[in-house]
Every structure is written in structure tokens, then in C-alpha cells.
């Protein structure tokens, strides 16, 4: 008995636009002999299909069993149907507008097999600073609208040569349907302008190789805004690009050519090469060598990281390719290369990055010496993604390019939720269906610029989701911009607004990319944010359901002399503990370089404004005073990065025997700063906090929640590994699982995500 015949409608959602789904549609139904077509709409990819019964269903199963490589299948739903549409062949047909209901795929490194043809001397794409294909390059920052067609991105002036629409429209073609494809004849071009803007003569990546080995600062346009790159083995060089950034220490992220010219600077674990390599390429920081400071002299000053990224772009592969003496092929890429690149974000004073060709010229005046630049917009600014490597993977500590803007998946669907984050380290999140839906880096909302790339993202982000939110939801502090923002935002459109506790939102972030609900002990530990009670939290063991949460205990609170410039000086919050332990007149002996010292000693002593905070960050920060390690920090977290870095040279140690105490709740670290004000061993001082810290939480959790099998752990506390490893581990001991933030960071970056599942419960009455 022959086997039926049937026509079928699928529906494929998730990111399935600009990442070479209808060519594999396509090739499968020519495989399987079906006939029928597909296309891309404002709902992701359409399929209308017939033939034998059995192909059909080959056909829907592999669709997210084998599909391309780029893409994130969320569903795949097939129908009856009956179309006089589908004719004897299989074809793809124009793509049909409406309202969004899927999204746009990330950006990606340049693949091998376009790495290939651009180092091959006798390929029409040798050396062409734009190539791409089906299976690589930009996306997220080249789109305007969906569908994803080359009409609604900034290709849209150049109009494909013959060539071009050759493989464009040859379905065996890599780039068949590769709706950014170029080639030198047709796509945007490359060209290099001195500082005053004026075009310089001869082959553009030539000259700004030899510029950046003078010791000369490039602003290099990338994919989602500029970069600023020096040499990163010039000391001078190094200096120049601080001083005319007004970035007197904070480290730069440094890009090589390989992992191979990594291990010369940084140790590389089993498997780490890969992460390294991956199509998203984030910086990741890794722990230095000892030669690595004399070798990159300035770049990370004082830490025990460093941050690499190898190159995504065309144009940075070429600067090394030029480096390595324009060799044909792609052997060289193995080998370890010399050119080391700084490589930092071109956003002068904490401003946005710079994204547009004469913004860049006004922005980076007296910055840059040089310029390499194209014709092709960006779109959407989006920085680099940076994270580091722990034993579950990548841990994201800013999420950006090559991520932005991939959904997180929620346990329930329903209605859009806006929310918008806080004022450190800011990012969107829109939620549609049961998918949330997270902005690239915003910033600190500290100047206008940065406050309007926040409404900026709002808007796009909106735009192309086809998103109407239902509830803003917003941080509690009143003076945000961010809140502010948000009852505009609302006001306007007649919206609820719904304000939500810091902490509270971070948990919940974690919550919600683990898929979990109900109630659920978590721990807060971060910097500062505003309590239900109007004061400064960040020490926090909650209990959270949903919406609802309950706060089980804290950190004993610890005053705060001078308000929010505390957060900013260590030495301030070491004199605060000094004034606890009954030790006031040692703070001016001990500060003495602070002139400041005599007077913050005088208002410990009266509680003149020294406002009480509970947070875990200024916890390190009075670490990092009593140790001496630093009185004042350059930029936020500074002290505690440089605490870890210690503690992880001086290895292992036990915790201080009674280092701490519970209390009514309360956890009570005194005994061990107390110890800390004694030591003379920076190193040792810094193992043992850290040591100790890790037992006082675990046992903490052991007395507040006894019998629990699980705990959160969420805030910005949670990037510092030698915490996070020794915490696991007791945590463990106990029968614990330690569940930790994914796929956004467990610092400010991810707390829109919390905020928006926390609203979303509320709208659903959970």
C-alpha cells in the first residue's frame, strides 16, 4: 500500500532569521522529495509542504534536531492544509511583514570557510574587510526591522553585482540567502582617515598596522560601535590611550591573535581554547603568567586577570594577517603570533560607544590619531560581552554582543512586561510570551548620553519585538533615571507601574533562567540598593516567592561615614570598623595620608552622616582598607578585585577559628574584621577573609534555613570565584546546591531580567 499524501502548514519560532534556516528548509525538503515552500515572516519561518506522510514527519523532526548552527528552534507546530500554493517543486518565497513575533539572530565571528577565501591570493575576496556568509558575521547590529531581509538592515544601499546575487539565489551556495553578502565590487569599503578627518593615502589596514607599532591610538569601527586600540606591549602607548580616555586604571581587555599567543601571557585550561573560540567571542578574563605585567606593561595594573578576546571582524583578522607578513592560506592562525592590541571601548567619559562615521570624528577628537572606518552603518550599538570561566561554564560579567539579544527562556507565558533595571551596569528587559528578552550593556546612568541610550533601547528594543508592554517594572530607589524612565514611560501610556526591591530582583533574575518557581531561599550580596525600609542593603538571605518576598536576615549593619563617598574609599569603611571595635583614635594615626581622617573619626563618634548599610560590598571594601591594600578606589569593585587576586596567589588557608556570629538573625562579621586590623600579611589577610567569609555564609544558611537543599546565590559578590568556589564547597558539604546566575551576570547586568519575571508573576496572580 503506497504511503499517503499530505499537505502540511509548520510554524517555526525562536531565532530562525539570519542564520541560513530557508536554505536548510530548503536542502532538507529537496532531500526528503517534498514539494512546497518557505519564507520568512514577523513570526519567524513559515513552511507550507507535501508528500509522502512519513518524509513529512522526517521533515518537522529535523528541523530542530539538525538545525543550522546559529539558530535557537523555540517551537516547531504543523497543521492540516490544504494550498494552492505548493506546487511541484520546493522553493523560497519573498518574505511577508506584519507584527514581530520572533527576533533577529546574533552577531558572529567571521567563519573559517570565509577566513579561507579572504587569505586565499587567488579568491575575489582576498583580503575583503566585509566578508560573510549564511553561517557568520553581523546580524543584531546591521537590522532595522524584521523580517530579516537585506532591505530592512544597512546593506540595504549596496546592491548586489551579479556575482553576489549568483550565490544569493544557488541554493548549494554557502551563501545562498545570505542577506549581507558583499564582495569588493558591491559591498561597503574600508578606508583610514588621520585625526582631522582628512582620508590617507595606500591600503588602509597597512598604514594602520604601522601606526598602531608607533605607538599611535586607532579608533577601529567594529560591528557594534568603535574601539580604541593601542599596542598593547607599548608602555607609552598604553599611557597615552589612559590619559586621553580619562582611565587612569581600570583594566583594558587586550585581543590576540589565538590561544596559542594567549598562553604566552595568560594559563589556559583543558578546554578553555574553545570558550576562547567561540562564534560569539567574548573577552574572558584569564589568570596572568608572572611575565604578563613586564609583557603588557599598564594594561591591567594591579590584578590577577587579564581580559582576552581574539578577533570577530574581518578587519581585526586582517590587522593580524598583516602582522604575520600577509601569508596565503590559514595555517598561520595556529601559530602563535607577537601583535597584541588593546582594545577598548571607543566611549569617551563613560558615554555610549561611538557607533556612526562623523560621530566618531566629533566624539574622538583629540583620542584618536587615526581612524579606520567603513560605509556600512551600525545600526545598534552593542559593546563586547566579557566573562570568565568557572566550573560550570562561562559566567557572563557583562552580556552583550553575540548574545544580545537571544531570549531567556521563563517557566510561563503571558502577558509584556517592561522593565528597566537600575543605575549600575544597566540593560532592558522586555518579556513577550514566555520569552524575556534582555538589552545589550547599557551602562551606568550617570550622564545624559547614557540615560538616552537607555530610552534609545527601550524603544528598539520594543520596535522589534512588536512588544506592548502591560506593567513597567523599575528599582525602588526614587532617584534613579531608570525610575524615573519608567513613571513617564507609564504615565504616558497609562500603564501600572510596579516597584521592586533590589535584592529581591536579583534573586529572582537567577529564578527565572533556571526555570524556577515557587518559593526559594536565596542569598543577596552585593554593593548597595534601596530596603523596603529606606536604607542601604546588600548583605540579604531571603526567602522569595514570586512576587512576594521575606527578608530572613543580614549583614550586621556597619555605618557608612560620608554617606555614598564611602563606597568610593575603602579607608572609610576600615575607620567605620575601627570605630566599632573601640578603636577610634587609631583612625587618623592609621590614615594618615587621608586628610579627611580626623574629621571622619569625629563623625563615627557623634553619627554624624554615617548612615547604616548592610552590604556585602563594603564588607570587602573595609577588608581591603585594614589590609592597606587600597585607601581609595579608581573604579568600582577595584579593592575586591585585587582582594580575590591575593587570595588566589596565596592558595588555601583555614577559616578564623569564631570569625563570626549570628545573632536575631544577623550575621555578624566583626571577630574577623577585627583579626584583618591586626595583620601584616596582605596576602594571608586576604585568603583568610575570604575563607572565612565562605564558612560564616554557609553557616549562616545552616542556622536561618536549616533542612534546605538549595540556595540562590545572586548580586554583583557572585563574580569573585575564590568566594564563589569556597562557598560552593561548604554549601555542598551541607547537602546544598549552590544555584548560580547563567545566562545573564549575578551583578546589576541581569537584574531587569528579575524585575520583569517578578512583574509578570504579579500579573498573573501568582
Known amino acids: 500500500m503506497s504511503?499517503?499524501?499530505?499537505?502540511?502548514?509548520?510554524?517555526?519560532?525562536?531565532?530562525?532569521?539570519?542564520?541560513g534556516f530557508r536554505p536548510f528548509v530548503w536542502r532538507l525538503a529537496r532531500e526528503l522529495g517534498l514539494a512546497g515552500w518557505v519564507r520568512n515572516d514577523s513570526r519567524g519561518v513559515e513552511i507550507e509542504v507535501r508528500g509522502a506522510a512519513a518524509q513529512v514527519r522526517h521533515l518537522i523532526e529535523r528541523l530542530e534536531r539538525d538545525a543550522p548552527p546559529l539558530a535557537r528552534v523555540s517551537s516547531v507546530t504543523a497543521r492540516d492544509t490544504v494550498s494552492a500554493r505548493v506546487g511541484e517543486g520546493f522553493v523560497i518565497i519573498d518574505s511577508r511583514s506584519g507584527r514581530a513575533a520572533t527576533m533577529i539572530g546574533h552577531d558572529t565571528a567571521v567563519c573559517r570557510d570565509c577566513l579561507s577565501e579572504m587569505?586565499?591570493?587567488?579568491?575575489?575576496?582576498?583580503?575583503?574587510?566585509?566578508?560573510?556568509?549564511?553561517?557568520?558575521?553581523?546580524?543584531?547590529?546591521?537590522?532595522?526591522?524584521?523580517?530579516?531581509?537585506?532591505?530592512?538592515?544597512?546593506?540595504?544601499?549596496?546592491?548586489?553585482?551579479?556575482r553576489c546575487q549568483y550565490e544569493y539565489r544557488r541554493p548549494e551556495d554557502r551563501r545562498f540567502h545570505a542577506e549581507a553578502n558583499c564582495c569588493p565590487k558591491c559591498g561597503p569599503h574600508l578606508f583610514l582617515l588621520d585625526g582631522e578627518g582628512h582620508r590617507l593615502p595606500d591600503d588602509p589596514i597597512t598604514t594602520a598596522l604601522a601606526l598602531l607599532r608607533q605607538g599611535k591610538i586607532v579608533a577601529i569601527k567594529g560591528l557594534g560601535g568603535f574601539h580604541l586600540a593601542c599596542d598593547a606591549r607599548n608602555a607609552v602607548a598604553v599611557a597615552l590611550l589612559r590619559e586621553r580616555k580619562q582611565r587612569d586604571e581600570k583594566p583594558f581587555v587586550v585581543m590576540l591573535a589565538n590561544a596559542a599567543s594567549a598562553a604566552r601571557l595568560v594559563q589556559i585550561g583543558i578546554g578553555e581554547p574553545g570558550l576562547m573560540a567561540l562564534p560569539t567571542r567574548p573577552a574572558i578574563l584569564l589568570r596572568k603568567r608572572g611575565s604578563c605585567?613586564?609583557?603588557?606593561?599598564?594594561?591591567?595594573p594591579g590584578l590577577a586577570w587579564l581580559g582576552v578576546m581574539l578577533p570577530y571582524t574581518p578587519v581585526q583578522?586582517?590587522?593580524?594577517?598583516?602582522?604575520?607578513?600577509?601569508?596565503?592560506?590559514?595555517?598561520?592562525?595556529?601559530?602563535?603570533?607577537d601583535l597584541a592590541l588593546v582594545m577598548t571601548s571607543a566611549n569617551p567619559g563613560g558615554e555610549p560607544l561611538v557607533v556612526g562615521n562623523s560621530e566618531a570624528l566629533l566624539r574622538l577628537y583629540g583620542i584618536a590619531d587615526a581612524f579606520l572606518m567603513h560605509d556600512r552603518d551600525i545600526v545598534t550599538r552593542c559593546d563586547d560581552s566579557v566573562a570568565r570561566i568557572t566550573t560550570g561554564g562561562l559566567q557572563f560579567i557583562r552580556r552583550a554582543r553575540g548574545y544580545t539579544p537571544r531570549a531567556i527562556r521563563l517557566p510561563v507565558s503571558g502577558p509584556s512586561v517592561l522593565a528597566v533595571g537600575a543605575w549600575f551596569k544597566n540593560t532592558i528587559c522586555v518579556t513577550r510570551g514566555d520569552e524575556a528578552y534582555v538589552s545589550q550593556h547599557v551602562?551606568?546612568?550617570?550622564?545624559?548620553?547614557?540615560?538616552?541610550?537607555?530610552?534609545?533601547?527601550?524603544?528598539?528594543?520594543?520596535?522589534?519585538?512588536?512588544?506592548?508592554?502591560?506593567?513597567?517594572?523599575?528599582?525602588?530607589?526614587?532617584?534613579?533615571?531608570?525610575?524615573?524612565?519608567?513613571?513617564?514611560?507609564?504615565?504616558?501610556?497609562?500603564?501600572?507601574?510596579?516597584?521592586?526591591?533590589?535584592?529581591?530582583?536579583?534573586?529572582?533574575?537567577v529564578l527565572a533562567e533556571h526555570g524556577l518557581r515557587g518559593a526559594h531561599l536565596a542569598l543577596s550580596l552585593d554593593g548597595v540598593g534601596l530596603g523596603t525600609d529606606g536604607a542601604a542593603w546588600g548583605g540579604e538571605l531571603l526567602r522569595v516567592d514570586g512576587p512576594r518576598f521575606e527578608r530572613l536576615g543580614h549583614l550586621s549593619p556597619l555605618a557608612l561615614p560620608g554617606g555614598d563617598r564611602a563606597a568610593n574609599e575603602p579607608w572609610r569603611m576600615a575607620a567605620a570598623v575601627l570605630h566599632q571595635l573601640g578603636r577610634n583614635r587609631e583612625i587618623g594615626e592609621r590614615f594618615v595620608g587621608q586628610q579627611a581622617a580626623p574629621a571622619v573619626a569625629q563623625m563615627l563618634s557623634g553619627d554624624i552622616h554615617c548612615p547604616p548599610t548592610t552590604s556585602m560590598g563594603r564588607i570587602f571594601d573595609a577588608a581591603a582598607g585594614l589590609l592597606g591594600i587600597r585607601a581609595v578606589m579608581a573604579y568600582e569593585g577595584q579593592a575586591a578585585m585585587f582582594m580575590e587576586g591575593l587570595a588566589q596567589c596565596y592558595g588555601d588557608i583555614l577559616p578564623l577559628d569564631q570569625g563570626w556570629r549570628i545573632e536575631q538573625g544577623r550575621l555578624d562579621l566583626l571577630p574577623l574584621l577585627a583579626a584583618l586590623a591586626d595583620e601584616k600579611n596582605a596576602e594571608r589577610g586576604a585568603a583568610l577573609f575570604h575563607a572565612t567569609l565562605a564558612a560564616a555564609i554557609a553557616d549562616w544558611v545552616r542556622v536561618l534555613a536549616p533542612g534546605e537543599k538549595a540556595v540562590v546565590g545572586s548580586g554583583g559578590c557572585f563574580l569573585n570565584q575564590v568566594l564563589v568556589r569556597g562557598l560552593r564547597a561548604r554549601l555542598g558539604a551541607q547537602g546544598i546546591k549552590l544555584v548560580e546566575a547563567r545566562q545573564v551576570p549575578p551583578n546589576d547586568g541581569g537584574l531587569s531580567v528579575g524585575q520583569a519575571w517578578i512583574a509578570l508573576q504579579h500579573l498573573l496572580g501568582h
Open 443 to 509: 551602562g551606568d546612568l550617570d550622564n545624559a548620553a547614557v540615560c538616552d541610550f537607555l530610552e534609545e533601547s527601550v524603544e528598539q528594543l520594543l520596535k522589534l519585538l512588536g512588544a506592548e508592554p502591560a506593567i513597567v517594572a523599575h528599582d525602588l530607589h526614587p532617584d534613579f533615571h531608570s525610575t524615573r524612565f519608567a513613571a513617564d514611560f507609564a504615565q504616558q501610556r497609562r500603564l501600572p507601574l510596579l516597584g521592586i526591591q533590589h535584592h529581591h530582583a536579583h534573586a529572582a533574575a
Open 293 to 300: 605585567d613586564d609583557a603588557l606593561p599598564g594594561v591591567a
Open 317 to 337: 583578522f586582517l590587522l593580524f594577517h598583516e602582522a604575520a607578513k600577509r601569508p596565503a592560506g590559514i595555517g598561520w592562525l595556529e601559530r602563535a603570533q
Open 119 to 162: 587569505f586565499d591570493p587567488g579568491n575575489s575576496r582576498w583580503r575583503y574587510p566585509f566578508t560573510n556568509c549564511t553561517n557568520c558575521g553581523p546580524r543584531y547590529t546591521i537590522s532595522r526591522s524584521l523580517p530579516y531581509d537585506r532591505v530592512r538592515t544597512s546593506l540595504k544601499p549596496f546592491v548586489m553585482c551579479h
Open 3 to 19: 504511503e499517503p499524501i499530505v499537505c502540511q502548514h509548520i510554524r517555526v519560532s525562536g531565532v530562525v532569521q539570519g542564520v
